[in-house]
């Protein structure tokens, strides 16, 4: 069975620039999640949808947005970069809200 | 606030057995799960605490007291490929949801 994928796994952007992050959760998943890790540091929340709902959102800017498909599928969306959004940006996906979270490998922006 | 105090490094040999303590600190609490990252790729759990007690997956034992606000992460028969980083997080009831607060992580090296 196929784990949570991400992608793209690895991108370089530039200042101000925008960024599109995707996700596929295991199959029967219905919850996504998105975390942002900071080199050095613990996964912080950004979003969570369930049921193509957002169910919760953490202390991101408006810069930051998201949205889940009818596939339950999800996208992570970035305006307008600043050099602190570098980092591992990570999708959990997990049968409902409140169950286990099973991580994708994440995809690593880099913004210059 | 809401913080996780976790130690950033601890140092073993192989078949040794460490303890990894963890303190919380939040406005709600629906239990103290861990993780372990390998190089900055995918987190996976390995434990999860609802209730007090210590729950034991294997090699792999999680403690958890409630009345202290603190839990422990117990590895035994340690192997080299156990080195990795291991992430205390608490599930932030208030939310209703499926957020997860990490602590900064606790880098385990385990030496031949």
């Known amino acids: 069975d196929a784990g949570v994928t991400q992608s793209p796994t690895h991108l370089i952007k530039t200042r101000g620039q925008h960024v599109t992050l995707r996700c596929s959760p295991i199959?029967?998943?219905?919850?996504v999640s998105w975390y942002q890790q900071v080199l050095g540091q613990g996964p912080q929340f950004i979003f969570q949808?369930?049921?193509?709902?957002?169910?919760g959102r953490g202390n991101f800017p408006d810069r930051f947005s998201a949205r889940q498909f009818p596939n339950y599928s999800s996208e992570l969306n970035v305006n307008a970069l600043l050099l602190g959004d570098s980092a591992l940006y990570l999708c959990a996906s997990s049968l409902a809200p409140s169950e286990e979270l099973f991580f994708g490998e994440g995809s690593r922006l880099t913004v210059l | 606030g809401q913080s996780l105090e976790q130690p950033s490094e601890v140092t073993a040999v192989e078949g040794a057995i460490v303890q990894i303590n963890c303190t919380y600190q939040t406005s709600g609490f629906y239990g103290l799960s861990w993780y372990q990252q390998h190089d900055g790729g995918a987190p996976t759990f390995l434990s999860y605490?609802?209730?007090?007690g210590l729950e034991e997956t294997g090699r792999f034992s999680s403690f958890l007291s409630r009345s202290d606000s603190y839990g422990y992460l117990l590895l035994q028969e340690l192997q080299m490929k156990d080195s990795a980083s291991y992430f205390c997080?608490?599930?932030?009831?208030?939310?209703?949801?499926?957020?997860?607060?990490f602590g900064q992580g606790t880098e385990l090296s385990v030496k031949p």
């Open positions: 605490n609802g209730l007090d």
């Open positions: 949808y369930y049921e193509k709902e957002e169910r």
């Open positions: 997080a608490v599930r932030d009831q208030s939310n209703q949801g499926g957020k997860l607060i």
């Open positions: 199959s029967g998943h219905k919850s």
